[in-house]
């Protein structure tokens, strides 16, 4: 099992956000570079990086991210409005050991062929945010007209083997991640990353004792109710 502690980029500073609303956003740090190599040297071997401007169509962090994957010194699987293959090419190009595929994976299942097609799955992952068991897309403001488990479905089929589950009612909430939700996914053979709601070691438990292959962990770090080294050493043992 995997961490991948989060450095979520709003307006260049590291926030996290309450049930994917743009405007509940928390401030934690001005530097996300220096938070990641934090990470780095507290022994991750992963972090996941999202620009959420550009998630929600608020503008970008582009050169943020260009230097963070250059300085950051740990593989970084990055998303957050990754919508064309320019733009996942891009991250690739400078740097990025995985990139994932959020809307569009819902809403154009030829684009997901095309850039497996290219990139391979080890390099792509695909991001299925649920609420209510539907697909939540745009940022997390519309529901889909698709299950969770029919587009892991589909992705599965075209070759995709990495996904990464949040179930949007529990991101930034505290509240658990949803191991259910996240075991239905993995049972038909894909590698899922659960997101959303990690409060706790015991969620980290929980998330490993269920089989799956990672935990995203954000705001329970940044708020010390567990350090990295803690976590890392619960998910070892």
């Known amino acids: 099992m995997e961490l991948y502690p989060a450095v979520d980029v709003q307006g260049g500073r590291v926030v996290r956000l309450r049930q994917g609303a743009a405007d509940d956003a928390t401030a934690y740090a001005d530097d996300p570079v220096a938070v990641a190599q934090g990470?780095?040297?507290?022994?991750?071997?992963w972090v996941h990086f999202v620009d959420l401007d550009r998630a929600f169509g608020r503008g970008d962090n582009r050169a943020l991210a260009r230097g963070f994957l250059a300085a950051v010194g740990v593989p970084v699987q990055v998303g957050g409005g990754l919508r064309t293959p320019e733009a996942i090419e891009e991250m690739l190009d400078w740097g990025a050991t995985r990139v994932v595929i959020g809307t569009k994976?819902?809403?154009d299942p030829e684009l997901v062929e095309q850039l497996l097609a290219r990139?391979?799955?080890?390099?792509l992952a695909v991001g299925i945010d649920a609420k209510n068991g539907q697909v939540a897309v745009r940022g997390w403001t519309e529901v889909f007209d698709l299950t969770a488990l029919q587009l892991a479905e589909r992705v599965h089929a075209q070759g995709a083997r990495t996904v990464i589950y949040t179930d949007v009612?529990?991101?930034?909430?505290?509240?658990g991640p949803d191991i259910g939700g996240a075991r239905a996914l993995a049972v038909l053979g894909l590698n899922v990353i659960a997101s959303g709601g990690v409060a706790s070691l015991d969620d980290l438990r929980a998330v490993r004792a269920a089989g799956?292959?990672?935990?995203?962990?954000?705001?329970?770090?940044?708020?010390?109710?567990?350090?990295?080294?803690?976590?890392l050493a619960c998910v070892a043992a």
Not at 214 to 231: D, H, M, Q, V
């Open 39 to 45: 990470f780095a040297r507290d022994g991750a071997r």
């Open 105 to 107: 994976a819902a809403t």
């Open 119 to 123: 990139h391979g799955p080890e390099r």
């Open 169 to 175: 009612a529990r991101d930034g909430m505290l509240t």
């Open 212 to 231: 799956l292959a990672g935990a995203i962990i954000g705001r329970a770090l940044y708020e010390g109710r567990f350090t990295l080294p803690e976590a």
